[in-house]
């Protein structure tokens, strides 16, 4: 079955670690790819998206991603974690001729402790 | 804030009710959403709406029914639901279908007892 998956489940870092959370997805194909943040209490927020071109997306509040195609790989990374990044992160594609249909990973949970 | 409101917030609902979740973009989008998020599991699209029509159903349950009577407005309707349907309910809401990256809104926390 098509599918995101989202390895890290729960990931625990202290402030200024690096951070790499790892999605891969199954589609063939053309995709569009995607990572939403979830703060604690607080509805899901677009992070940054990939369409085409350059394959490093920098996205807000100093994240980016990397497109690996032949990797079926769009992790998302950030040099260096604050507090305030504690939230759970999902990773979400469509595929380019169905872009009404959003497939999201299970999420990964990310703590960051002071 | 993202342009998108649900209420209400918090729902607690016999298995026997009947109620309705209401969803509200101000953004001028075209179309819009209902998903499901359950504790552990991906994110579920249910319904799709475009220009008010219905575009897709995921072979959701017919205990839940939606409603779109404008662009701006989606119900989700719900009858004699099960436990296993407590999860958090989620509207989106984005321009068009084509390449879309949907505004979400708060969501609803559905506890059926």
């Known amino acids: 079955a098509q599918s995101v998956s989202q390895h890290n489940h729960h990931v625990i870092l202290s402030e200024a670690a690096s951070l790499e959370l790892g999605c891969n997805y199954s589609y063939g194909g053309t995709v569009n790819l995607f990572w939403y943040v979830q703060y604690p209490g607080q509805h899901l927020q677009l992070l940054l998206k990939?369409?085409?071109?350059?394959?490093l997306v920098k996205g807000i509040k100093g994240f980016e991603a990397e497109f690996i195609k032949s990797k079926f790989s769009f992790n998302l990374r950030k040099p260096s974690v604050q507090w305030s990044d504690t939230a759970e992160y999902f990773c979400a594609v469509t595929r380019s001729y169905n872009t009404d249909k959003l497939i999201f990973g299970t999420g990964t949970r990310l703590q960051v402790f002071p | 804030e993202t342009g998108v409101t649900q209420t209400p917030r918090h729902l607690v609902m016999g298995m026997t009710n009947k109620k309705s979740l209401k969803c509200e973009q101000h953004l001028g989008h075209n179309a819009m959403y209902w998903y499901k998020q359950s504790a552990k599991k991906p994110l579920e699209l249910m319904f799709v709406?475009?220009?008010?029509?219905?575009?897709e159903n995921n072979s959701v349950p017919s205990r839940f029914s939606p409603e779109c009577p404008n662009s701006s407005h989606l119900f989700l309707h719900l009858h004699t639901l099960q436990p296993e349907d407590s999860a958090l309910y989620l509207c989106a809401s984005s321009q068009d279908l084509a390449g879309a990256s949907p505004n979400f809104g708060p969501g609803t926390r559905l506890t059926v007892t």
């Open positions: 990939y369409f085409s071109g350059d394959p």
């Open positions: 709406y475009s220009l008010e029509e219905r575009v």
